[in-house]
């Protein structure tokens, strides 16, 4: 049984990749598997219980992938170069394509757009990880917001990847600013505790004139 949900999943996101969602249906998946159609219904009781299922799986089985290297990332540089390395691969996977796909189903569809927004969410809780690990002794720590970024940082992603299908070069564009952002941060990390310290008072003093959080 566990054999055949496992198929029927991977079915699911096979058809995808190269039909598009219009194109899913409990025959096409079916057919895909090689199994009884009635299975899906068994199995998921809608097409978009299958979807679903099949999203997080799908989500889960990458972060499982890529645990590792976002474990290996050792600065914010490190990590966003680490984001467009991944991005690369999913691209040439296909994966990039069946996010598209899952995106633009959810419109009516609230099973699916629930299962993508947790398929998101365990992205962003993985990069929020790494955040956390990254910004711990950071002379502006205290003043981020790092599950905001974290979700700043997914969402980027995400639209970068679907940006990059009508327009390549601006998303390139997109990738070397988030590239230089690193830098940035970097150059901060490398002046000194004294200029560390300056740096910190003047957020300091801009937050509290502001009321604003950086």
Known sequence: MSDTRERLMEAAISVLKRQGIAAVSA????????ANQALVFYHFKTVEGLLAAAALRETAQRL??????????????????????????ERANG??????????GSTGQPQLAEASADA?????????????RLFADHPLAEFLDLPG??????????GLELYEGV???????????LDR??????VVDGLGPVVSRAVRAKVRREVGRNGAIV
């Not at 025959?27 to 090689?34: C, H, L």
């Not at 952002?181 to 970097?186: D, N």
């Open 149 to 158: 970024l974290a979700r700043a940082v997914t969402g980027a992603f995400v």
């Open 27 to 34: 025959r096409s998946i079916a057919g895909e598997a090689g």
């Open 95 to 104: 994966n990039v394509a069946v996010l598209g796909q899952f995106l633009a």
């Open 181 to 186: 952002l690193g830098v940035l941060v970097e």
């Open 120 to 132: 998101l969410r365990m992205w962003t809780e993985e990069i929020e990880r790494v955040l956390d």
């Open 167 to 177: 327009d390549p070069q601006a998303a390139d564009a997109a990738f070397t600013a």
């Open 64 to 89: 499982e992938q890529y645990r590792p290297h976002f474990a290996a990332a050792g600065s914010l540089r490190e990590l966003l170069s680490l984001g467009q390395r991944l991005h690369e691969k």
